[in-house]
């Protein structure tokens, strides 16, 4: 178990229910815990999006881990968890804490650490989980790490049949500059990003299934601004292919292009 204040980006987390007695009314109670998959990426704690992304580069956390704590910058974890499943979780000072459905008192995560790891290894072994697939970031979070079955399915470059398509330049919020690879599986159907910082240095990559809006959702998540899309090939149909479906998804979220 390896539990220590880190940063936290993942679009693969899992909300699982839990049955445990309050501490404050004495009542039994129905709340939750969040479980983050493998695919995860992990960073120094308080990173910040407006100038690290091509600064610091993410690790994958390999393992599923339970949520011990989410506070700091949380991007989209009020909107994603809190609003959603408000009788379990609400935003507290120090971040999201699972509630008592009764009397809101927060329920401390020694309380619920078993009771969700329980519950997620009995619905995993039903194969009752469901990502909720959404992308959060939260720049602090304490995660107690464990290893569950690997049923779950992940995409990955270095599994092979990738190629590149498309390399878009990218701006971050301070205006330090980078680079976006798109990549593609024919055989997998799927995409694949690479984000690298200067002198070609991988920061992030990160597996798509067949939607290209999830991977424009996740540029717009890390608040990167596109400057220039270029074919990685400049004579291939493949790409060119691929550029007019990324226009296509980019227009779709909201994009402007200037020209
Ligand atoms: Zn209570």
Known sequence: MAK????????????VPVSVDCAGCGAQTRSAGIIVGPTGLTNAADFDLDSDVFQKPWEQLEA????ERLGGRTENVERFVANRYHSAFSMQDDGLKAVCEHCSDSLPSELIRLAAMDSFVRLGQRRLLKNEGLMIFSSNVVLTQFHGGTWIQESGIEDGGYALLLLCDAEDGNGRTGVIEIWHSVERNDYAMVL???????????????DLGQLVGDVTALGLVLTQLHLAQADSPYCDVARSLFLGALSRAGYQLAE
């Open 4 to 15: 220590h204040e880190r940063s936290l980006l993942t679009n693969e987390w899992y909300v």
């Open 196 to 210: 690298k910082g200067h002198g070609d240095r991988e920061m992030l990559r990160r597996g798509f299934s067949d």
């Open 64 to 67: 599923f881990g339970l949520i």
